[in-house]
């Protein structure tokens, strides 16, 4: 069992559809079977495209430690194995979130799985920039979630939300590629660490930081803040979070750093998703 939630990537599947449910539930504040259809087709869904990156990448993971001892390349789970246990919870994901009743939803989950894995995971191979179309992929599910509620996904206030997490994206990815760009590199994949220097990751780095900070600002200026507490205790943590982040990356090394500065960009995520959600319950 435990080797299927590693080819399903279940520690991201999780928070995927974590942001799937904030979208229902801020357009219906319930936890109700619908919800649970929703929740579990976007896992499902995230899933699938997990496992069908992995059968894509199963070379290039054989050459980097940090994959080696993924599911297909260790031999834990055959590539027979392995692409039924994703056609299987792409068309069970699928069927859930058309029991919602909209099979928009569904559309737009078969759509993001499609983004992820015919457009995202080829052009890794080909530019060190493909984390900006990749990006588009934690704003869907938010989407897929108001979609299932009976929300339309171009209100504005779901696309706001939705824009929120792909900026939020881009910190997360070039963190993260301070960390492991080396290994890219020597599985001959084009990384931003072989394009610029220490000092130009972190200024790059942090003007994403810094738009994440500005957009959660600017929520208590919009309808999707319904309390004032709530307003309150974004406005606070966006400040907390831009002056720890400046401290990091200025004060301190980015570099050096990169994994409190990666955990505290992805604490400070968690929490604007619960506050939206304590929005809409209280």
Not at 161 to 175: D, E, K, S
Not at 188 to 205: E, K
Request: some cysteine; aromatic content about 12%.
């Amino acid at each position: 069992m435990n080797k299927y939630l590693k080819l399903g990537k279940f520690t991201i599947s999780i928070p995927v559809a974590l942001t799937g449910f904030l979208g229902y539930f801020m357009i219906n504040p319930s936890f109700d079977l619908h919800a649970f259809y929703t929740i579990a087709g976007i896992f499902l869904l995230s899933s699938s495209s997990a496992a069908l990156n992995q059968i894509q990448e199963r070379r290039t993971d054989a050459l980097m430690p940090r994959t080696a001892q993924r599911p297909l390349p260790s031999g834990q789970i055959t590539l027979a194995g392995a692409i039924l246990f994703s056609v299987l919870c792409a068309i069970t994901g699928s069927v859930l979130l058309l029991l919602t009743g909209y099979p928009l939803a569904a559309a737009i989950g078969i759509f993001t799985l499609c983004w992820y894995n015919l457009v995202y995971t080829p052009l890794k191979r080909v530019t060190a920039f493909a984390v900006l179309p990749g990006a588009l992929i934690g704003a869907l599910p938010p989407l897929i979630g108001w979609t299932a509620a009976g929300g339309n996904p171009l209100d504005m206030e779901i696309l706001a939300v939705a824009f929120l997490l792909f900026v939020g994206q881009m910190p997360h990815y070039w963190l993260l590629l301070i960390k492991i760009g080396d290994e890219f590199h020597q599985a001959g994949m084009p990384v931003i660490t072989s394009l610029f220097d220490q000092r130009q990751i972190r200024n790059l780095s942090f003007v994403w930081i810094a738009a994440t900070g500005v957009c959660v600002l600017m929520l208590p200026a919009t309808p999707i803040i319904r309390h004032r507490a709530m307003s309150l205790l974004l406005i606070a943590a966006a400040i907390l979070f831009l002056i720890r982040m400046f401290l990091l990356s200025y004060r301190g090394n980015l570099v050096e750093h990169w994994k409190k500065a990666f955990i505290t960009v992805n604490l400070f995520y968690l929490m604007i998703i619960l506050v939206l959600i304590a929005d809409r319950l209280f």
